[in-house]
């Protein structure tokens, strides 16, 4: 238990560090970066384009605004309005992005995981067969199809051709399906090709093969004894996975029209509203470094050998 | 780790996922609106004096009414299917115009309201205006009031001795007298009234010539904010301003530490000229509202008609502030729909306002504005019937998309231009851009690239607006280019410099960019670099006149030649070309005193022909609006601004 606390607690040292870190890297980036969030095709007089810089406390010095963003940040949670999307704060649009990107990344996650682990045991235990040539090619061909061709695909065939699903939108099950599935499938085919060669592995090893020589039912073994060892990889491959599908959401979003937190990321970087990027970053950076934080603390306890550092 | 401390891990991660998917999976469903359209990206603000783009304006246009609506009226065009909008009465029943066209009398109606039961009177429009144009607004689209007396001088911030002015002290809510500015304008502090004895002003900084913009207008606003402004304060008598009857003298200003402050200097936010006492506008009564103009602007009742003008809720604005007034729980509109909902990258919902004076006329009850960015996501679902109205269907299918009955396709005020720095050589040539302008072959461009019907463009105003016919412009010839570049010292293309055409990321800028590319090198035997950014960067190019030749576009903010022919003033803040004619500013300066209607256009298309003879840039193409429309739905035609009131729309029932 206390090298739990102890583990969690340097995470946390580490995560505050990285934070700091990012946010000094996006601070200094969004600054060097050419043109002003004031640029409108019609041109600001001078003295208004001043007073909407002080509105957002971009004209004090450089040092100020970093240390008056940071000291928000810490002391009040607050990232500040965001500059072009006026009526709202930063906190406002993570709050309204968030539970989109949530739900469609734990939707698709779950499908990858079932499909992944399932296809994966599968081809494994019928080693050789049609099913395993037939599911590992998929595999290969799903990771290798990025997801926004996989979106099209989806849509043409669900959509269009077999009127399965909406063609875009958020606010029903029906809708979160085709995204969560493009979403998942390349997650689900690397997961296919882990568990696979995962459990031909253990499948080999020694405990299995007396476990198979004590009588025991093939189900048994398999579930009991394979599959834990299997696993392993699966797990650690959960946080990068984790990381994709919330990154590799920017797409599709705008594709199925959703109203997640990836495309204020792109939009916030392109309008120089530096105020959201800041906000997208940080939020990011906390995500992924939470996720992480989750698969390593899952591996110790599934592996009894590795332990927490 | 302890067996049962796993074991228990393992359980918790079970339950963690089956909350977690349990949680994903509720939603709260909501039943789909009437009519739902493509709005393009999300509405940046409900506030009609900080909106400027379209999506905006195709909300504001339907929460809102200005004191006249912009509505069809007659026939469309037989030619082009345009349907004629014209100014009509909206929150004023009626108008008078002075024979003078100077002054407009507006009688409001008696029986409006905003959507929380509050009246709207005459003096809802004074505050919205002086609102509107106070420079901490910072509304980019506060020149629209600037026909009206003393308004341009109050948004701009320029004051002489002798001006009557308003004085705003250092007392907004929250202030103390050496706090920081209160972010929230409005409620405004105390305002007292004056004639301004003088203005002194320190010694102007030196700012070292290769400072940034940014460091040049931070210096520019500092020492401004050192001057002190003598007042001698007029003595009010109830709601009456005695100008002559000086109570005391008293000096301002909004630095206290500036150099020359005395004793009882007092400190003050702004002294502006007093826009909204000095019979610019005026409210004798809740139903009359009164406007004096500056210039006898033939179009100000289509001003009146846009929504920078329309009357904002003073009460909601000064209780929730800015921008939380704008929240669908705090907003109060008053038009044909009122906000229901409004998700961020989803939807704004409209629903009808029963309390609108006109409610009785619209007939569909909820709207979705859907912010899909994507052209074939859009298309997408208005195949599967989840959208009934397309605004930007995707440009590579639209040869396909001509074919069908639903697609709509009509010219409106727009025109695409590329601009040339013609302070850099050889493009100060009058020769060379004509000779440019000759080789480009526009009937390509429109025919290959454009496809939707675009017609080829020779100078600025598009044709569309009554009562002006636009300049005819220079088409020339190939030979006639070839002479020009060799009159201008490039025989056959030979020793001219390389330069850089400049466009927005864009498939279709870089369609268009290629194309006049290959015609400049194959007609003139010119090499053109192409270089694309995304578009803060490209404006800001623009703007500091470091660019060749760049690609822009410019939509009518109001049906007048004059929209479009202001951009080229010397003085305009729009003018990227650094081109400056005095003959050309002239025209359009009389044209602005010019109150005979058919003498003013005479004036605009003089100026618009010297335009199109010094070609500061090259027109291209004028715009065609584009719309796919569900075949049930009736009422919404193309429009010269390519706007469209929700209130005219119908939906007959589906079979």
């Known amino acids: 238990m206390k090298d739990l606390l102890g583990f969690l607690i340097r995470r946390l040292g580490w995560m505050a560090i990285t934070l700091w870190a990012v946010y000094t890297v996006s601070f200094v980036l969004m600054r060097a970066a050419p043109g002003s969030p004031f640029s409108a095709e019609r041109a600001m007089p001078p003295a208004i384009e001043q007073q909407m810089r002080a509105r957002y406390n971009l004209d004090a010095p450089p040092l100020q605004q970093y240390w008056d963003y940071m000291w928000g940040i810490l002391s009040r949670g607050d990232l500040s309005w965001s500059i072009k999307l006026e009526d709202y704060s930063v906190n406002q649009v993570i709050a309204e992005g968030f539970p989109v990107s949530a739900s469609l990344a734990i939707f698709a996650l779950v499908f990858a995981i079932i499909l992944g682990v399932s296809a994966g045991v599968i081809s494994a235990v019928y080693r050789g067969t ?18 926004f061709v996989l979106a099209s695909i ?43 060669a995962g459990m031909l592995e253990s499948l080999s090893r020694e405990h299995v093969r007396t476990a198979f020589a004590k009588g025991l039912p093939k189900r048994t073994v398999i579930i009991k004894h394979v599959l834990p060892g299997a696993l392993l990889p699966v797990v650690s491959y959960l946080g990068p996975a984790t990381a994709g599908v919330l990154t590799g959401s920017l797409v599709l979003e705008k594709i199925f029209a959703l109203p997640g937190m990836g495309s204020h990321f792109i939009y916030a970087a392109t309008q120089r509203d530096t105020t959201l990027a800041t906000g997208m970053v940080l939020t990011y950076t906390v995500l992924l470094f939470v996720m992480n934080t989750i698969v390593d603390l899952a591996y110790a306890v599934i592996d009894p050998r590795v332990e927490l550092e | 780790m302890p067996l049962e401390l796993r074991r228990a891990f393992l359980i918790l991660a079970a339950i963690v996922v089956m909350v977690s998917l349990i949680w994903a999976s509720r939603f709260d469903e909501m039943p789909p609106a009437e009519f739902s359209f493509q709005n393009g990206t999300d509405p940046k603000t409900l506030d009609p004096h900080r909106a400027t783009g379209q999506p905006e304006s195709r909300i504001l246009f339907n929460i809102f009414t200005g004191l006249l609506e912009e509505l069809p009226e007659g026939d469309p065009d037989p030619e082009t299917g345009v349907q004629p909008m014209t100014p009509q009465p909206g929150i004023a029943e009626s108008y008078e115009v002075s024979p003078d066209n100077m002054t407009y009398t ?11 039961g509050v009246p709207i009177t005459s003096a809802d429009f004074v505050w919205s205006w002086t609102r509107m144009l106070h420079p901490e607004t910072a509304c980019e689209y506060n020149f629209q009031l600037f026909g009206v007396q003393n308004a341009e001088a109050y948004a701009t911030g320029e004051v002489k001795p002798g001006d009557k002015v308003e004085v705003e002290l250092w007392d907004r809510p929250g202030e103390t007298i050496d706090s920081e500015p209160a972010p929230q304008t409005f409620p405004r502090g105390t305002i007292v009234h004056g004639t301004l004895k003088a203005l002194d002003k320190p010694p102007k900084p030196n700012v070292p010539e290769d400072a940034t913009k940014e460091e040049k207008s931070k210096a520019t606003a500092d020492w401004q904010s050192e001057w002190l402004y003598t007042v001698d304060l007029a003595r009010r008598d109830g709601d009456e301003i005695l100008w002559d009857d000086v109570t005391k003298t008293v000096t301002y200003t909004k630095n206290l530490q500036t150099p020359l402050a005395k004793e009882d200097t007092q400190r003050a936010h702004n002294v502006l000229v007093a826009f909204d006492q000095l019979g610019g506008v005026e409210a004798p009564d809740p139903t009359t509202l009164i406007v004096h103009l500056r210039d006898p602007l033939p179009y100000f009742p289509y001003l009146t008609a846009y929504y920078p003008l329309f009357p904002v809720p003073r009460h909601c604005i000064e209780e929730h502030g800015k921008p939380m007034w704008t929240r669908p729980e705090n907003i109060v509109t008053c038009g044909p729909y009122k906000i229901g909902l409004r998700k961020l990258r989803d939807r704004v919902r409209l629903v009808k306002d029963e309390r609108w004076y006109d409610a009785d006329t619209v007939e569909i009850e909820s709207i ?16 599967t019937g989840e959208l009934d109205w397309v605004t930007d269907p995707p440009v590579t299918l639209i040869e396909e998309l001509k074919k069908r009955e639903d697609y709509h396709a009509a010219p409106y005020l727009s025109v695409y231009y590329y601009e ?30 454009t496809k939707a019907g675009q017609q080829p463009a020779f100078a600025l105003v598009p044709p569309g607006i009554a009562g002006y016919t636009p300049a005819q412009g220079n088409r020339g010839s190939l030979e006639e280019a070839k002479r020009l570049l060799t009159e201008a010292g ?17 498939e279709s800028h870089r369609a268009i960019a290629e194309v006049i590319q290959q015609q400049w090198q194959n007609n003139l035997n010119i090499k053109a670099d192409l270089q694309n950014m995304e578009w803060g960067s490209f404006l800001d190019k623009r703007q500091q006149q470091k660019y060749d030749i760049s690609r822009a576009a410019w939509n009518a903010d109001y049906p007048d030649p004059n929209t479009f022919l202001d951009l080229f003033l010397s003085k305009s803040p729009q003018n990227n070309t650094a081109w400056k004619n005095p003959r050309y500013d002239e025209l359009l300066s009389q044209a602005a005193s010019e109150s005979d209607k058919v003498k003013r256009m005479e ?16 027109p291209i193409y004028y715009y065609v609006g584009l719309n796919i429309i569900k075949p049930n739905v009736s009422g919404l035609l193309p429009t010269p601004q390519d706007t469209h009131p929700f209130q005219t729309i119908r939906l007959e029932p589906t079979p």
Not at chain 1, 140 to 147: D, M, R, S
Not at chain 1, 154 to 175: E, M, S
């Open chain 1, 130 to 147: 049609v099913a395993d040539v037939a599911m590992m090619a998929t595999a290969v061909l799903g990771i290798a199809i990025p997801n």
């Open chain 1, 154 to 196: 989806a849509i043409l065939l669900f959509v269009f051709l077999i009127p399965l699903f909406p063609a875009a939108g958020w606010g029903t099950l029906r809708q979160v399906a085709l995204p969560a599935i493009c979403l998942g499938l390349p997650v689900a085919a690397y997961i296919a090709r882990l568990t696979r």
């Open chain 2, 106 to 116: 507006f009688q409001l109606r008696d029986d409006v309201t905003w959507s929380d």
């Open chain 2, 368 to 383: 979705d504005a859907l912010s899909i960015e994507s052209q074939n996501t859009a298309l997408n679902m208005y195949e």
């Open chain 2, 420 to 449: 040339l720095n013609t302070k850099r050589p050889p493009l100060d040539d009058v020769r060379v851009r004509k000779a440019l302008s000759m080789a480009i072959n526009r009937e390509q461009i429109v025919r290959e690239v």
């Open chain 2, 490 to 506: 490039y025989p056959g293309g030979r020793g001219f410099p390389k330069f850089t055409i400049l466009y927005n990321t864009s």
């Open chain 2, 603 to 618: 004036l605009l298309r003089e100026a618009e022909a010297i335009w199109a003879d010094e070609l500061p840039a090259i």
